[in-house]
């Protein structure tokens, strides 16, 4: 597998399995759900191995606010002036999604980042 076509796959998995914390979250499944943040967190370290940060990036303008934010929050680090506009958006939506957007927020202006 050639290395643009890995960083794809590993950036398609990423998203889906923001989607299936989201719901697992929604559920109130939290094994599932931390089931699913190893998962992205082995999809963001490969990435950050390939160098296919910049192509996950690509998804903070993701209409899904769950897999914005989701990158929002892992790429913090990397692009924090973006990944802050972000959340910021995503803090405004009702429900569980705008209070973890703006929870983490919460921890990244008040120094107390780490993922």
Not at 88 to 93: G, K, Q, Y
């Given at each position: 597998m050639q290395?643009?076509?890995k960083v794809t796959k590993l950036v398609g998995w990423f998203a889906k399995a923001a989607v299936r914390h989201a719901e697992a979250l929604e559920a109130m499944a939290e094994d599932l759900a931390a089931a699913e943040v190893a998962d992205l967190t082995r999809y963001y370290?490969?990435?950050q191995r390939e160098g296919g940060v910049a192509e996950l990036l690509r998804l903070l303008d993701d209409p899904n606010p769950v897999i914005a934010g989701m990158v929002a929050v892992y790429a913090m680090r990397e692009a924090p002036e973006r990944c802050v506009a972000v959340l910021?958006?995503?803090?405004?939506?009702p429900g569980l999604i705008g209070f973890r957007a703006q929870t983490a927020l919460e921890?990244?202006?008040s120094g107390?980042?780490?993922q």
């Open positions: 290395q643009h076509e370290r490969a990435l910021t958006l995503i803090a405004r939506e921890r990244w202006e107390d980042w780490d």
